[in-house]
Every structure is written in structure tokens, then in C-alpha cells.
């Protein structure tokens, strides 16, 4: 650091002396060369206390160490976001400004993500005042390096961005994202944040913050995942995260983007009816009688083959703390229609025992059935609810993620043939209900034509009213012939009396 320092010191004298020889041609230039060598002064100023501020963070932390120790026995690209001297305000800084790259020790990129961040956090000052700090990581006055780790044949990767900002007294840190991938059903989620940052005037010299159970889904790990409406989340109560133009892919990265890409809901919905108006119903409008019913389809991967498919309708009644109430409250969610940003995706398994059906919808709720079968029956033998306390709620107490599930023994039948129930069937785990409705699922299938096969195996409400119809008309048609019989009686008796008469 120290020769770097002294050939930048060099190179900043060498560029004063041309400055003064080109001072009649261009006195623009030397302002602007005089203001690059006062910044580059206050980098490598800032630059040392990060530094100091790194051994804070180690004995903070030992999970963070950790994850430093990882990430220096893995090879990474270091890319540098320069900063460029501009009198004139952008509105949306170039791409290169905000892309990131990781790349691991095969010299191939293993991670892309084009994604402009924002930072707003707030702590307590030594004045005893709130102070707010807001962190547009693609604002080209901070200086961004970027490092991370690549997946290697696991289920997580990683990108870390190192902050700092070219102005006096500015804010420095840093940025951690971890990346997971769901071994059954794909699914690639932003699944840890790390957040650390120094404060120049508060209380206390930094904040940092680590939330392992942060959820944001994404898409399947043979896509990427596209959104340019910006997504806040919450990382902890006094910082929040705000990605937008997002595209990124974390696994299975081959030189570029994958040919497939998974959109966000704000971005499918174009129309009036858009994803805002679905996170709001419950709160504001009542729900229809029954639940939308949603089509299915889980496709092998590489082929046309179809292992999961039909129909079937989702209503979630969840419990939760509102604010200003005593007692838990409860309210109710449906599963949205297609259009209104509801995606389908799953595991056929590979030959296995075991297939997976995720229905994905408010951007990040995650609704996952796991059928499992024998050698002649197959069923749902467990049912997951990914969700989150948010805007969905009603003024809830609190935000952040959470998650129910439990054994069933759901949707029964032979391979081969499917489930059928228009009934309501309900499954509790914990504070949720699941209410389904119209379910038309065939589990196993081997079906290029996206259709159930094989022979109806009724629930057994189902079944109840299959029974009542052939005893109804039954009952119908015995009244029938008693009232014929009896007619004929009436008529046979008044002949006969006539008879007499005469």
C-alpha cells in the first residue's frame, strides 16, 4: 500500500508539472487534475480506516471472519467502479456502473448481478440526534470493489462490495448478499445480508448488522431473474435495502445470462390490475366465495415431459400480531391468478421417490407441496408456506419472514390416475390454515400434453355427494311409482262405484 501510495504521490507531481505547462491552453484541466489528487488523497485516508475498522469487524463477529477467510482462499476478480468527475447529474447511471462479476478459480464467471443498490440507514449521533444516511452504491462518487465466492458444486455463492465514498467525512463499509439454492425445487433466493458501515459522528464508531433468515426469491437456478421496479426489503429495524433494474443470475452462470429469465410481479403486470391492488385485498376488499383456480405444470428439466400437473385453488388464513391489538387477528390470502404475477415451478425429482410442486407468488411467498410415492400411491406428504409480515398485512406489529409447515397425507391416489376434490379440505400448521378448493392434481405423471390422465380417486366429501345423487333419484323415482300406483287405485275404485250405479 505504502509504494502504492508513493507512486501515486509521483504521479500526482508529474501531473502538477504538466498542469502548469498546459495552464494558458486549459485552465479547466488543471482544476479538474487539482480535484482528482485532493480525492485520491481522501481514498487512500479512507481506504486506512477501513482498514482499522476491518479488525473491529473480525472481533465483532466470528461468522464474518469467517466468511473473510473463505473468501480469500477463493479467486476472485476485483472490479473498480471509477469514479468519474461530472458536473452534470445522470438519472440513470451506464450499466458497467452497477454490474458486478464474480469470478471463481477456472478463470469463468460463476455470478452476474446487475443491480442498482440503495443503503438508508439511521443511528443515533453523539449529539443525541436521528441521523439518516442514504447509500447509492451507483452514485459515481463512491468507489465500489467488488468480491465474492463462487457456488463450487454447493447450494450458496456470494457477492461482497466493499464502499467507499470520494468526499470529506463521507460514509464507508460494506455489502454482503449470500445466494442459496433449494435443492428440490431450484428455487435461488437472496437468503443473508450483511451490512456494516462507519459512522463519522454517532455514538457508537459503526453499525453492523447480520440477518441470516432475510428472504428475497428470485428464479430457478437455470435462469436469471429480471425486475427494473425497485424492491425494498427490510434488513433490520434501522436499514433497508432497495435493489432496482435487477438482473442477476448467482448458479449455472456460462459466460453470459441464461437464454431464460424469470420476471418479478411488478414487472408482469402491466395492466390496471396490477400487483399492488393483489397485495391489498386483503386488507381492504373481500374475498370472493371461493379461491382463483390456478393451472400446474412441472416439466422435466431438458424435455416436454410433464411430471405435475392440473388445477387447483389456495386460500391461506394466517395469524399474526397487529398493532394497537391484544389477541392475535387473523386474515386471509389467496393465491393470485397467473396474470397477476403467479409462478409455477417444481423438481420432477430425476427417477426419485420424491417431486416437488412451488407455486411462487407476491414476489416472494412460496407456497410448496412435496408428493412422495410408493410403489403403487403416491401423495402430499408435506406442505411448506414461505411469507412475509409486510405490506400484504393489515398493520402488523412486526416485519420479516416467516415460515409453516407439516405432514399430510393429501391428495391420495394410484400412479397413474389423479386426485379430484371440489370441496374445501384444511391443513393447519401453526398460526396458518390452508384451505384448498377445485384441486385437479396428478402427481408422477409422465404426460407431454400438460393434461391430468388415468382415472378420477374422489375425496372424500367427494365421494358423499356422488353417493347422494343415484340415492336421490332413487328416492325420486319410488315416489314416483306410489303415486302412480295410488292414481290407478283412485281411478279403478271410482269406475267401480259407476258400475254399481248403473
Known amino acids: 500500500m505504502a509504494n502504492t501510495t508513493t507512486e501515486m504521490a509521483n504521479t500526482t ?26 480525492t ?17 469487524m473480525a472481533n465483532t463477529t ?80 463512491y468507489n465500489v470493489m467488488t468480491q465474492g465466492q463462487c457456488a463450487n458444486n454447493t447450494m450458496m455463492s456470494m457477492l461482497n462490495l466493499s464502499i467507499a465514498k470520494q468526499a470529506e467525512n463521507a460514509e464507508a463499509g460494506w455489502l454482503s448478499l449470500t445466494f442459496t439454492e433449494n435443492e428440490k425445487t431450484k428455487m435461488v433466493n437472496i437468503s443473508k445480508v450483511e451490512f456494516f458501515a462507519v459512522l463519522q459522528d454517532g455514538k457508537e464508531p459503526n453499525i453492523t448488522i447480520s440477518n441470516p433468515d432475510f428472504k428475497f426469491n428470485l428464479s430457478t437456478s437455470d435462469k436469471y431473474f429480471v425486475c427494473a421496479t425497485p424492491q425494498e426489503r427490510t434488513v433490520a429495524d434501522n436499514v433497508n435495502l432497495t435493489l432496482a433494474e435487477i438482473k442477476v443470475q448467482a448458479f ?92 409455477i415451478f417444481g423438481d420432477c425429482g430425476n427417477g426419485s421417490d420424491t417431486q416437488v410442486l412451488n407455486v411462487t ?67 393447519t400448521f401453526g398460526d396458518v390454515t390452508i384451505d384448498t378448493t377445485n384441486v385437479k392434481l396428478q402427481a408422477f405423471s409422465k404426460t407431454v400434453s400438460k393434461n391430468v390422465g388415468g382415472n378420477a380417486q374422489e375425496c372424500s366429501d367427494d365421494d358423499k355427494t356422488s353417493d347422494i345423487v343415484p340415492i336421490a333419484v332413487g328416492a325420486a323415482l319410488a315416489g314416483l311409482v306410489v303415486i302412480v300406483l295410488i292414481a290407478y287405485l283412485i281411478g279403478r275404485k271410482r269406475n267401480h262405484s259407476g258400475y254399481q250405479s248403473v
Open 13 to 38: 507531481t508529474e501531473m502538477a508539472n504538466t498542469t502548469t505547462e498546459m495552464a494558458n491552453t486549459t485552465t479547466e484541466m488543471a482544476n479538474t487534475t487539482t480535484e482528482m489528487a485532493n
Open 40 to 56: 485520491t488523497t481522501e481514498m487512500a485516508n479512507i481506504t486506512t480506516e477501513m482498514a482499522n475498522t476491518t479488525t473491529e
Open 62 to 141: 466470528t461468522e464474518m471472519a469467517n466468511t473473510t477467510t473463505e473468501m480469500a482462499n477463493t479467486t476472485v476478480m476485483v472490479t473498480t467502479t471509477t469514479a468519474a468527475m461530472t458536473t452534470t447529474a445522470m438519472p440513470r447511471p451506464p450499466v458497467d456502473e452497477y454490474t458486478y462479476t464474480i469470478v471463481g478459480s477456472d478463470n469463468k464467471t460463476c455470478l452476474i448481478a446487475q443491480m442498482m443498490i440503495t443503503l438508508k440507514y439511521q443511528y443515533e449521533g453523539s449529539d443525541n440526534q436521528t441521523k439518516m444516511v442514504t447509500m447509492d452504491l451507483f452514485d459515481p462518487l
Open 252 to 343: 449455472n452462470v456460462k459466460g453470459d445470462f441464461a437464454n431464460e429469465s424469470t420476471e418479478c410481479a411488478d414487472d408482469v403486470v402491466t395492466t390496471a390490475m396490477s400487483l399492488t391492488t393483489a397485495a391489498t385485498v386483503g386488507p381492504t376488499t373481500p374475498l370472493p366465495a371461493t379461491p382463483p383456480t390456478i393451472d400446474v405444470t412441472v416439466t422435466q428439466e431438458g424435455s416436454n415431459v410433464s411430471c405435475i400437473v392440473g388445477t387447483i385453488g389456495v386460500r391461506f388464513s394466517i395469524k399474526y400480531k397487529k398493532n394497537g391489538v391484544k389477541d392475535m387477528v387473523s386474515q386471509q390470502f389467496d393465491i393470485p391468478p397467473k396474470e397477476n404475477g403467479t409462478q
Open 361 to 427: 407468488f407476491f414476489d416472494n411467498w412460496q407456497y410448496i407441496i412435496e408428493f412422495t410415492k410408493t410403489s403403487t400411491k403416491y401423495s402430499a406428504s408435506k406442505m411448506e408456506l414461505y411469507y412475509q409480515l409486510d405490506e400484504h398485512f393489515e398493520n402488523p406489529d412486526q416485519q420479516g419472514a416467516r415460515f409453516a409447515n407439516g405432514t399430510t397425507n393429501a391428495f391420495k391416489a394410484d400412479v397413474g390416475n389423479y386426485y379430484l376434490c371440489n370441496h374445501k379440505e384444511h391443513y
